[in-house]
């Protein structure tokens, strides 16, 4: 009788561990660095976890690797979550690692590069860590308190990496903010920007509570993307933690959201600053925005929701479905 595929092999020193606990919190085992798994444990497992990068650093390692899982029918995963910039890969790896199809199953939080990198695609984008980023332990309460206009310390925030100087993947986001700035100081608005580095979860949560609107616009992944695409993780933490979001128009916000209901979002500076000063005179909104952005996330967009996807799909990848799944 053919035993239970229960295992994942990671062969990643970073993936990501609420992913990787809510994989487990399914009831699948988990252990890393399995470069040469023996047959016995292939045949009990579901499917075996690389680093993407590393098929284009290590290819010759990760295809000896490849050879071992196939006769052991067990899928080569990888999940990116810096498509379409991939650290600035060279393009012509990236077409050669297209081509190759090292990888059985590629998840991914955006679609919109023409390479799959295998014939299984997986949208699979961030979600909230509600282990971390919530509303505490009486969320009908956090609601309400964020209903009281008079509680705000700030109209506007944001908090993330914004230095151009030492990175230029932050150019764009760094100058898109020094911008803003001087159009909502002219309009006395309250606004604070500041880099998150040291920032602790709870000083972050602390900020989004205190502000009437959270930011966000850019994405280090998306460095010279002529398009802004997936969506970062604070775009699903904002509103776990009962937050007002307003972000920059991205290509998957539709996928994931309700334009107009759960989500906020602005297609320009100028449209920046038009939806600031609608939001800040329609507070009330704001907050229904915020609220069914909260639920929807509760009930869609945590990494419970993402794993129980992931092991879906590697279960139906096993019974010979494999194609793009949305």
Not at 238 to 261: N, S, W
Request: charged share 20%.
């Amino acid at each position: 009788m053919t035993q239970p595929r229960k295992l994942i092999l990671i062969n990643h020193n970073d993936f990501y561990q609420p992913l990787r606990q809510n994989l487990e919190a399914r009831g699948l085992e988990s252990i890393c660095d399995q470069w040469q798994p023996d047959g016995p444990l292939l045949d009990r497992t579901l499917a075996c976890f690389v680093w993407f990068y590393d098929c284009l650093r290590h290819p010759l390692q990760v295809w000896r690797l490849k050879q071992q899982l196939r006769r052991h029918g067990v899928p080569l995963v990888a999940w990116n979550r810096d498509a379409p910039h991939y650290l600035n890969r060279s393009a012509w790896r990236l077409d050669w690692l297209n081509r190759a199809r090292l990888l059985d199953v590629y998840a991914t939080h955006t679609l919109i590069d023409i390479r799959t990198f295998a014939d299984c695609v997986l949208y699979l984008p961030n979600a909230a860590d509600v282990t971390r980023y919530n509303p505490g332990a009486d969320p009908a309460t956090t609601l309400t308190h964020l209903r009281d206009p008079s509680g705000y310390q700030y109209d506007v925030s944001f908090f993330g990496a914004m230095d151009g100087t030492r990175h230029k993947e932050m150019r764009a986001r760094q100058a898109f903010f020094a911008a803003l700035a001087e159009k909502l100081h002219a309009r006395k608005i309250r606004f604070l920007f500041r880099e998150s580095e040291g920032m602790s979860v709870a000083e972050q949560i602390a900020l989004i509570h205190s502000s009437r609107i959270n930011l966000n616009f850019g994405a280090s992944c998306e460095y010279g993307a002529k398009v802004a695409s997936g969506l970062p993780e604070r775009c699903y933490g904002i509103p776990a933690v009962g937050g007002f979001l307003l972000c920059d128009q991205r290509t998957h916000a539709a996928d994931d959201f309700e334009i107009g209901k759960s989500w906020a979002q602005f297609a320009s500076l100028d449209d920046a600053v038009a939806q600031i000063d609608y939001y800040l005179a329609h507070f009330d909104q704001a907050r229904d925005i915020a609220e069914r952005s909260h639920a929807h996330i509760m009930h869609t967009h945590t990494y419970a929701h993402r794993a129980q996807k992931l092991h879906q799909t590697l279960l139906a990848w096993h019974q010979g479905q494999r194609g793009v799944i949305k």
